[in-house]
């Protein structure tokens, strides 16, 4: 829009000066086409400098850090952990400057699990997809869980380069969070539930052995 005004103010202008000059006609002919061709040229070079600016700016925001904390709640093997995860999603490093968590963490029972750790955070890298973790809650024999809240955090970051500064800001509702169930299947896992059975069936003979 700048650019057509500016063009119009050009033009006008330039039509008042060759008019004020009283050419011939074949010199106005000539003259006008001279500076059609230049204000074509400022037009393409106005055009290139936005597309120039944009497409950087476009490219800072594809490779800027992107830094959010969520959850994982899972439930394997008659145990349920909630833990809480930092992470950046973006593609490059974030450097964190702060985070704030409001309200805190409380827990039902008395164990301190150190849940508000990451609002400790100061001055710290985190590289793309690298991710900081920490259980928050668990429940088995005894339920030690988070007391739920719609929960504020506040995550203060820097570019890699510390010239740009981000804020990831957002309200989570914690009911909302889903229980996921998994089996680990790795193999150390298997092997160990392998020995329990072996040694569970061979404890199950020695006893019938001693009855009998």
Do not use: C
């Not at 086409?33 to 800072?60: E, F, M, Q, R, W």
């Amino acid at each position: 829009m700048n650019y057509i005004i500016a063009s119009l103010m050009i033009s006008l202008t330039t039509t008042h000066i060759i008019t004020s000059l009283q050419l011939e006609t074949s010199d106005l002919i000539s003259l006008a086409s001279v500076v059609i061709s230049a204000l074509s040229l400022v037009g393409a070079l106005i055009t290139y400098i936005i597309k120039s600016i944009s497409d950087y700016n476009k490219k800072i925001e594809e490779m800027r850090p992107n830094v959010f904390i969520s959850y994982e709640n899972e439930f394997s093997y008659g145990l349920f952990n909630q833990r809480l995860i930092l992470k950046n999603y973006g593609k490059t490093t974030a450097w964190i400057s702060s985070i704030s968590i409001n309200p805190p963490f409380e827990n039902k029972g008395g164990a301190d699990f150190s849940a508000n750790t990451f609002a400790t955070i100061k001055d710290f890298p985190l590289a793309p997809s690298q991710k900081l973790d920490t259980i928050i809650g668990v429940s088995g024999a005894l339920d030690e869980k988070i007391i739920k809240a719609n929960r504020e955090y506040i995550i203060n970051y820097e570019s890699e380069d510390r010239k740009q500064q981000y804020t990831s800001r957002y309200i989570v509702n914690e009911e909302g969070y889903p229980v996921l169930r998994r089996i680990d299947k790795s193999k150390n896992v298997i092997e160990i539930k392998n020995s329990i059975k072996t040694v569970s069936e061979e404890l199950k003979k020695l006893t019938i052995k001693v009855l009998k």
